[in-house]
């Protein structure tokens, strides 16, 4: 059965999507890795309208609690391989089968980038990790070192402060380029050690991480850390994607109402050539998304 439309991903931008979808009565349904995406691993979300703070997992549920409210099918833990239109009909291929559809939304979100050092994928879950909130607690009372110096990175070291015994920052540049408001709450923190200008050259461990070897502008030293947060940025997941025109950072270029370069394919969210990747702008994203979704089978029919 060909669908109106199928919907990749379930963070801000694919609920939101799949929301917008179910009440314009299409025929659709969501295929994603995992529900949240990458908002579900943020700790305090203080600039969604409506809620003066609430955490990244909290505003997640909400998400999906208005999206089950349509019952809408989702098949969760189903990874997409492979994306194409051929004939007027686009074809998506996951890990289990393959669906058709008339129209797609591609929301996939993105992916921790990793530093790509010796030590760094040997020592993954064994100490390298790319998510304070999972895995965090684990390293209550150590010493850890985050690395990156955005608003992941700041983020992260906010989170491990209040339980690791020191956090050590490790900044490739000479300065933060996340928001002045998480600078400041990690300003004068005594369990935050704070190293611009150093690049991390190798991580090394016995069965996990013992230490991480860094450069601060030529003198060498050496970080006895148990625990590695890497948040140095993210890629877009938009591998799986035939024949859609893409940026120098392999972003899925979409214009003002998501349309990609492909007729009746979709981008929306972090995934996408969108400036600013903010939760409410990813579900704004979504809503468009959908509405030209929807404006699209009308015009086809």
């Known amino acids: 059965m060909i669908l109106d439309l199928i919907i990749v991903g379930a963070g801000p931008a694919g609920i939101t999507a799949s929301v917008y979808a179910a009440r314009k009565k299409m025929n659709f349904l969501v295929l994603t890795k995992d529900i949240g995406g990458q908002a579900i691993w943020s700790s305090d979300v203080e600039n969604y309208p409506g809620y003066q703070f609430i955490t990244g997992p909290d505003l997640m549920t909400k ?27 686009i074809y998506i291929k996951t890990t289990k089968e393959t669906y058709e559809a008339r129209t797609a939304i591609i929301a996939a979100g993105k992916k921790a980038k990793e530093i790509g050092v010796p030590g760094e994928k040997e020592y993954k879950n064994k100490g390298v990790a790319y998510c304070v909130t999972c895995d965090g607690p684990i390293f209550a009372e150590k010493d ?37 408001i998480m600078q400041e709450k990690i300003k004068n923190n005594p369990r935050v050690k704070i190293l611009h200008n150093t690049k991390v050259e190798s991580i090394t461990g016995d069965k996990f991480v ?8 030529g003198k060498k030293d050496i970080l006895d850390v148990k625990g590695v947060f890497v948040e140095i940025g993210l890629v877009p997941n938009s591998w799986f994607v035939k024949g859609l025109d893409k940026n120098e950072k392999g972003e899925i270029k979409v214009n003002c109402a998501n349309e990609t370069n492909v007729p009746g394919v979709f981008a929306a969210g972090d995934v996408t050539s969108v400036p600013e990747k903010q939760i409410v702008i990813a579900a704004g994203d979504g809503a468009k998304a959908a509405l030209s979704a929807f404006s699209y089978l009308a015009r086809l029919k």
Do not use: C, P
């Not at 999906?64 to 007027?88: A, T």
């Not at 608003?151 to 380029?177: C, E, G």
């Not at 013992?210 to 502008?217: C, E, H, M, V, Y």
């Open 144 to 180: 850890i070192a985050v690395v990156g110096g955005g608003n992941s990175a700041l983020d992260a070291a906010i989170q491990m402060m209040r339980i690791a015994n020191n956090v050590y920052i490790i900044n490739i540049t000479d300065k933060f380029s996340g928001d002045s």
């Open 63 to 89: 998400f999906q609690e208005h999206m089950e409210r349509y019952g809408i099918q989702v098949k969760e833990n189903e990874e997409v391989v492979e994306l194409e239109k051929k004939d007027d009909v």
């Open 210 to 217: 013992t230490g991480i070897n860094i450069d601060t502008q």
